[in-house]
């Protein structure tokens, strides 16, 4: 591989993810915030409360997963790499 | 497609592997043949869970009791999104991915596929490949599509057109970025849990991976379940 392909493909794996990290992180704290939240307001409901925050949890998750695909794409799966 | 190999892999027993395949040429097709094994074992191990559990008995016991609740808990999903009127016909498809996945998922997590020695490529998830999450995923668009088609007629597609005829353009995209976000995301989960569990048996191979890979075995049955409620609410979405 060139190696300024190389370079490049290493620092855009890297800033994929790490960007890729910031929004679902906000998110999944004010969820996580609100739950508590909740379940401190009505302890009784809180197996309910706990199943869909880790539903939505998982779902937040997943944004961070595509930028993870993207960073598995361009180091393992090059499309430039000749 | 390449390896990490900076380390002498055969002491440690572990490296990073992405895009190894053990290739099968079947009538001219090319298919990784690592996926099928796995796939033909995990479906197996369903259709005897299932055969075993169903018996007649009025009062379940031992394994027909575990299956039964089993069944309860995934008829739930599809109630869950459906409704209850709508929900039965939809339990069968909805319940078969859920199990499908789940299995393929701690397959992949619990079963130690190091220690059989394939030419190319290592057993694992199947899930971990980005073919089996994209089939699974188009089978639930052409569901939702199917289900919509029968229950509404021709009328399916005024669904596209509301509530302004503006958004054409992006309920139609929304067809497409469906079936692309729920294939990455399960491969990308799978793929990401035993990525680092082998990134951390290459740097410490004894007893650190263990949390992680507890971690993966929560995940993966998360995951699982998030594909099947997303396909469940597709449908929902498409009949309603």
């Known amino acids: ?82 | 497609m390449q390896t990490l190999d900076f380390v002498d892999t055969t002491i440690l027993q572990s490296g990073v592997e992405v895009g190894v395949h053990w290739y099968w040429e079947i009538a001219g097709v090319t298919v990784h043949g690592q996926l099928f094994v796995v796939i033909w074992l995990v479906t197996l191990l369903l259709i005897g869970a299932s055969l075993l559990g169903s018996g007649r008995e009025q009062i379940p016991k031992g394994w027909q009791n575990f299956m039964e609740s089993v069944v309860e808990f995934t008829q739930d999903i599809a109630k869950n999104q459906l409704g209850e009127s709508f929900y039965r016909p939809f339990v069968p498809f909805v319940s078969t991915l859920f199990l499908f996945i789940f299995g393929c998922n701690w397959a992949g997590a619990l079963v130690p596929w190091k220690l059989l020695i394939l030419p190319e490529g290592e057993l694992a998830a199947p899930t971990n490949d980005i073919n089996t999450t994209v089939a699974l995923s188009l089978l639930v668009s052409i569901f939702y599509f199917t289900a919509g088609l029968q229950r509404k007629g021709f009328g399916y597609f005024k669904r596209y057109i509301e509530p302004t005829p503006i958004l054409l353009p992006i309920n139609i995209l929304e067809d497409f970025t469906k079936p692309l976000s729920l294939s990455f995301r399960l491969f990308g989960n799978v793929l990401a849990d035993e990525l680092t569990v082998s990134v951390l048996t290459l740097l410490v191979p004894l007893f650190v991976p263990l949390p992680i890979m507890v971690l993966g075995v929560f995940a993966s049955s998360v995951q699982a379940l998030i594909f099947s409620t997303l396909a469940a609410a597709y449908i929902a979405e498409a009949i309603e």
């Open chain 1, 1 to 82: 591989m060139d190696s300024i392909i190389a370079a490049a493909s290493v620092i855009a794996a890297g800033l994929s993810i790490g960007l890729a990290a910031i929004g679902p992180g906000i998110g999944q704290g004010n969820a996580a915030g609100q739950a508590v939240e909740g379940i401190a307001r009505q302890p009784e409901a809180e197996g309910q409360i706990r199943g869909t925050l880790l539903l939505s949890l998982a779902f937040m998750e997943a944004l961070t997963i595509y930028g993870l695909v993207v960073a598995l794409a361009l180091l393992f799966a090059n499309p430039f790499n000749t």
